[in-house]
């Protein structure tokens, strides 16, 4: 635990809201940097120290970093990830910043180099993060359910049907409340377990099997359907782009691996597809519009 407060960027996000939520349950101070103050205090209420700015402001992360001794650096996959996040290191280290844990990109997106431009952008940041006199983790998590399963679950409790590109390309899905278990366990940890931690669910899924999972949490079919793959949009922006390499990479099996970094820092096994299948299950239920 630390006196001073814990630096979150990207806080208001999917995942970085997870992470805040823990680090006030356990009665650490934290401060949250985000372009939306109003945002911030309608989720945090009272619980969060906030600096307002953009990662293009210097002078709003050197506030930011002040008195700060450890930061959790997260930024949304754009043109801009590798400068933003480079501004927030320089600026932490600048301000005698002691930890940086990072939320990189998939190990699958990052090695081997020359796939992913979203993953050479997370390199990029790693390079740079070493480079720094401060102790740093980059987290690297596989796909996490929150993001495209739970689409996928939705719409097929209205369609009824799986469609997708890469339907026996295996997956070790990771819930996102595992990353965020693990990225507060590195924020509060003794040290660091590493440089760079791959980060899975306990097991390889398809799209395939997703479909025979909701057939039975519904107990009714859900088909299971081969899509064409996505084309990678040469003049795409760079999110669409990222994505479209993603798909590919998932179809060619590189998604398809398990680690036991969970099990190992955390003691207790990672959550699994099934589990969240059957949670959002019951929330699509409780749910008008989602009823079949
Ligand atoms: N989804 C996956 O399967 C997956 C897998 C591996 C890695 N990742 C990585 O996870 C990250 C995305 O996490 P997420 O989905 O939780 O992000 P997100 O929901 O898109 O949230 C983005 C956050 O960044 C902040 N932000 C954006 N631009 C900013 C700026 N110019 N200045 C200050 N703050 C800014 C936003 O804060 P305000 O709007 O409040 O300012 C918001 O809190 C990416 O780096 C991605 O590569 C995702």
Known sequence: MSATPILVTGATGKLGRLIVERLVALGQPVRV?????????ALFGETVQIATGDFGDRAALDAAV?????LLLLSPISA?????????????????????????????????????ISGAAHAAVERHLQ??????????????????????????VTSGQVATANLDAGIGYIDARDIADIAVHQLLADRVRGRTLSLTGPDVVSLRQVASLLTTALKRPIAALEKPPQTVPKDGD???RAVA???????????????DIVPTLLGRPPRTVEAFILEQVATAAAVPEYQP
């Open 80 to 116: 801009r990830l590798v400068m933003d996040q480079t501004a927030v290191a320089d600026a932490a280290a600048a301000g005698n910043v002691a930890r940086i844990v990072k939320i990189s990109g998939s190990d699958w997106t990052i090695e081997p180099a020359g796939n992913s």
């Open 33 to 41: 940097f985000t372009r939306r103050p109003e945002t911030a205090r």
């Open 131 to 156: 480079s720094l006199p401060v102790e740093t983790v980059s987290l690297r998590p596989n796909a996490w359910m929150q993001v495209s399963l739970a689409n996928t679950i939705m719409h097929a």
């Open 66 to 70: 002040r008195g700060v001794e450890r």
């Open 238 to 240: 760079f999110e669409h």
């Open 245 to 259: 390499q993603f798909s590919r990479l998932i179809a060619a099996g590189r998604a398809a691996t398990t680690t």
